[in-house]
């Protein structure tokens, strides 16, 4: 899965059993996974595996194209801009060669937990 991420955007990722492979196509992205002390930044052609059971933070220092492979994991997007804070949750399920993405959009009022 090819995705593109603007600049000061955030995605956040869950690795499912497998695990997820991230490479960046373009730009260089900024990594924060949940538990690891380290941040990692990647530029375009650097690439690392995600485990499984890994929470990872992704933002672009400016616009950005990435690549997810894996058979299992969940992407969430936050949509800044006027108004309530949107959020797109992208949930793919790859058996074999398959590639099935379930989308929901759906918005988060101030008083959403």
């Known amino acids: 899965m090819r995705y593109t991420l603007t600049q000061d955007s955030v995605v956040y990722i869950k690795p499912g059993r497998s695990g997820v492979r991230l490479d960046c196509l373009q730009g260089r992205l900024w990594l924060t996974i ?67 993405p379930r989308i929901f959009t759906g918005e988060l009022s101030a008083s959403a937990s």
Do not use: N, T
């Open 34 to 100: 949940e538990a690891d002390c380290r941040d990692y930044v990647l530029a375009r052609g650097d690439g690392m595996h995600l485990r499984h059971g890994a929470r990872v933070a992704v933002m672009a220092f400016a616009d950005a194209r990435l690549a997810l492979g894996g058979r299992r994991f969940q992407l969430i997007e936050l949509m800044a801009g006027k108004g309530p804070l949107r959020v797109r949750k992208i949930s793919v399920r790859q058996p074999d060669a398959f590639f099935s």
